[in-house]
């Protein structure tokens, strides 16, 4: 069975410094994987998603994800933190031509000015 | 994200009462699902429905009763809650292709309090 783990329940960056958000990943057979992001009263708003090909995603709003397949991980990434982009950020795969979406339990992100 | 809308957006409902949820996606998309997000815990599929098919129960109570009439609109029917039924509940919709990967877009939610 597929699984997300996202092991930290709590990112701090200060605003302009980089910042990861780190997600491991369980499938067997290739994965697709999704990172959504999640405002305070909102929906999740899709973010990015690995399919094939190059192992760095770019997606919406500077940030970009890299896929390690040796290391089955996805790590969400960004190069200069901003303090609107504190909100929770969630993991996603699901195993090649499955519509069925796992997700982590979410890690949230807190930019400080 | 007013690609997906859900009604109500805050339930509060008694034990014995009976109420439903309402997504509506206006996104052309054929899939419809409902998750159900608490505190602490991954978000967990409920229920899939594909070409207005039910294709997935992910051994949800009986207390909860999806309906899909069509590929643009989605219930999910509540009867005899318990307390720990309490969440967001979470509609999305995607385009489903086996044949390529696709994303689910999201409504904001219905925050759920069962009393």
């Known amino acids: 069975a597929q699984s997300v783990a996202q092991p930290e329940d709590q990112v701090n960056v200060a605003e302009g410094n980089p910042l990861t958000v780190k997600c491991t990943y369980s499938?067997?057979?290739?994965?697709?994987l999704f990172w959504y992001v999640q405002y305070p009263n909102r929906g999740l708003q899709f973010l990015l998603k690995?399919?094939?090909?190059?192992?760095l995603v770019k997606g919406s709003y500077g940030f970009e994800a890299e896929f390690n397949k040796s290391q089955t991980s996805f790590h969400l990434k960004k190069p200069s933190a901003l303090v609107s982009d504190s909100a929770l950020y969630f993991c996603?795969?699901?195993?090649?031509?499955?519509?069925?979406?796992?997700f982590g339990t979410g890690t949230r992100l807190l930019v400080s000015p | 994200e007013t690609g997906v809308t859900q009604t109500p957006r805050h339930l509060v409902m008694g034990m014995t009462n009976k109420k439903s949820l309402k997504c509506e996606q206006h996104?052309?998309?054929?899939?419809m699902y409902w998750y159900k997000q608490s505190a602490k815990k991954p978000l967990e599929l409920m229920f899939v429905?594909?070409?207005?098919?039910?294709?997935e129960n992910n051994s949800v109570p009986s207390r909860f009763s999806p309906e899909c009439p069509n590929s643009s609109h989605l219930f999910l029917h509540l009867h005899t809650l318990q307390p720990e039924d309490s969440a967001l509940y979470l509609c999305?919709?995607?385009?489903?292709?086996?044949?390529?990967?696709?994303?689910?877009?999201f409504g904001p939610g219905t925050r759920l309090t069962v009393t």
């Open positions: 996104l052309g998309h054929n899939a």
């Open positions: 999305a919709s995607s385009q489903d292709r086996t044949e390529s990967p696709y994303e689910q877009y």
């Open positions: 429905y594909s070409l207005e098919e039910r294709v």
């Open positions: 996603a795969v699901t195993p090649t031509g499955f519509q069925k979406l796992v």
């Open positions: 499938v067997s057979g290739n994965p697709y």
């Open positions: 690995y399919i094939t090909g190059d192992n």
